[in-house]
């Protein structure tokens, strides 16, 4: 036996996934799937059928380190299946759809609305930071994103200008083109429909992220 063999054999071992683990992943995608949440590990504990919290954490532990999933520590539900996770089941992957953002005049901020959808294979394999919207406005229309548009937002912290982006100012939330130019009014948020004024940029916006597709017949457009 090679070294080489030898190396890659333990690689391997290292990075596949175990029956328990697989179970366990399992568990959480058919949680989120039928209750639009990821669960608690109490919840994780009782599909699983174990009585130990430890026992939990450290598969969670494992799937995290090779790759399937990711955490965070600070929420209980905060758990998201990653790319390579959705491959090893052989399920297609779930987004979730936070509700309804502005096309036209701002409306309250979106939070996570508790329904999760499948993702079509061309967007499958995108980060694990994205989430939908549905579009209410036209305010957008010139972009290719019409009233009632569900759109795919892709979660960053640095944006070009040009980029069509989710947008939050004193608590309401809207999508529109970001423009950074160096003459007034420098920084801004550019409706796609002369029907519409700019929004200024102050300190109360912040860029949540980058709509990315827009779906069309049901097929993903990319958003220029």
């Known amino acids: 036996m090679t070294f080489d063999y030898i190396v890659g054999y333990t690689i391997y071992m ?99 609305s508790g329904e999760w959808r499948e993702m079509s294979g061309e967007v499958s394999q995108l980060q694990s930071d994205i989430f939908m919207l549905r579009i209410s406005g036209d305010s957008m229309i010139n972009a290719g994103i019409d009233d009632g548009d569900v759109v795919l937002v892709q979660t960053k912290k640095e944006f070009v200008s040009g980029e069509v982006v989710l947008a939050e100012k004193d608590g309401e939330t809207t999508v529109k083109r970001f423009i950074s130019e160096d003459k007034p009014p420098y920084v801004y948020l550019k409706p796609e429909n002369p029907n519409y004024q700019n929004i200024l940029f102050t300190d109360t916006t912040e860029l949540k992220g980058k709509v990315i597709s827009v779906l069309k017949n049901n097929y993903w457009k990319s958003i220029k």
């Open 14 to 112: 290292e990075l596949a996934v175990t029956t328990r683990q697989k179970e366990l992943l399992s568990v959480i995608y058919e949680f989120i799937k039928n209750t639009g949440f990821p669960p608690t590990i109490a919840e994780m504990r009782e599909n699983l059928g174990v009585s130990s919290n430890q026992s939990i954490l450290d598969l969670l532990e494992k799937l995290s380190l090779k790759g399937f999933l990711k955490r965070n520590e600070g929420n209980a539900r905060n758990i998201t299946i990653l790319p390579i996770g959705y491959k090893e089941l052989g399920e297609p992957s779930l987004t979730p759809f936070l509700g309804v953002t502005s096309a036209g005049t701002s409306i309250e901020a979106i939070e996570i």
